[in-house]
């Protein structure tokens, strides 16, 4: 175990290594495509804002939008000008659902063929923090998207629920894996099981959120802490979301030798003794 943990540390440290000196990259994502807005925002344009944009659907995910989500959010993640990314949609809905529509005839041989819902997973491969800013509806696979982040923050009047069951089915992308996670096996299951959408106050309650805020003020919140997460530095940053991420994936005796060795390593980074000499000599 510590020799798997010791090379998961060195392959991290290496790809960060062989990074490309990217200064500014110039993003196809940058403006308006068919489904997304992205913009760079806050103070110093440090975060990426990416913006869903099917309104007449309430956002529902199909294959054109989360192509077009997964493809800013890699872009943006080799921007070396972006230190936090924010996902939302609109006041009304961050994610009514995968799109209905597009699966309605899907077989399970096509499903197998063509790996549907697959192409969501490489947002949980992001190295920067995503923000998931959830207004309206997250439902079904709009839950699961904001999951999918590695923090929600939700307007007053948000709602989460995984309907699936009354569509004669199951969540597909995580709802039933990550939500137990987030709020424990009853809460999880009564989602799952009942269709049942609960309201941000509950989410708040149960761990599914971190805040709330009034919806007029849900996006801004959401880029002040992006901004402040990306006055850190990009690399200890790319650390701390693997290792609190490794939690998932481990016992605790893992994961807190997994942290351990992180911890050791990032005293191998210039980022660490400048971070610690500023602290000592009283600057910033």
């Known amino acids: 175990m510590a020799l798997i943990i010791q090379n998961s540390i060195s392959k991290t440290l290496f790809k960060f290594s062989k990074l490309k000196p990217i200064l500014s990259v110039n993003l196809s994502t940058q403006g308006t495509r068919e489904y997304i807005i992205t913009e760079k925002v ?8 990416v913006r869903l944009n099917r309104p007449k659907a309430l956002n529902a995910l199909c294959d054109g939008l989360v192509n077009e989500l997964t493809e800013a959010v890699e872009e943006h993640d080799v921007d070396k000008s972006i230190g936090a990314i924010v996902v939302t949609g ?13 699966m309605l005839n899907q077989t399970y041989s096509s499903n197998v063929k063509f790996g549907l819902l697959e192409q969501w997973n490489k947002l949980t491969k992001c190295k920067k923090p995503i923000i998931a800013a ?71 309650a149960r761990g599914l959120v971190s805040k709330v805020f009034p919806p007029e003020k849900l996006v ?31 016992s605790l005796s893992q994961g807190l030798q997994f942290e351990k060795k992180i911890f050791y390593s990032t005293f191998a980074t210039d980022d660490r003794k400048e971070g610690m000499s500023a602290f000592v000599e009283k600057r910033k």
């Not at 609109?90 to 597009?102: L, M, P, T, V």
């Open 220 to 250: 801004e919140e959401a880029i002040k802490l992006a901004e402040k997460i990306s006055e850190n530095s990009p690399l200890i940053v790319s650390l701390c979301k693997e290792t609190v991420n490794y939690a998932y994936e481990s």
């Open 90 to 102: 609109s006041e009304r809905a961050f994610a009514a659902g995968a799109d209905i529509k597009e």
């Open 42 to 49: 806050g103070e110093k344009k440090n975060v990426g804002l």
């Open 134 to 204: 959830v207004n309206g509806f997250a439902l079904g696979g709009g839950c699961e998207l904001a999951m999918m982040c590695d923090i929600i923050y939700a307007g007053e009047k948000a709602k989460f629920g995984q309907p699936e069951i009354m569509l004669g089915t199951i969540p597909g992308a995580g709802g039933t894996q990550r939500l137990i996670r987030s709020c424990g096996k009853s809460f999880a299951m009564e989602m799952c099981l009942s269709g049942n959408q609960v309201s941000a106050q509950e989410a708040l």
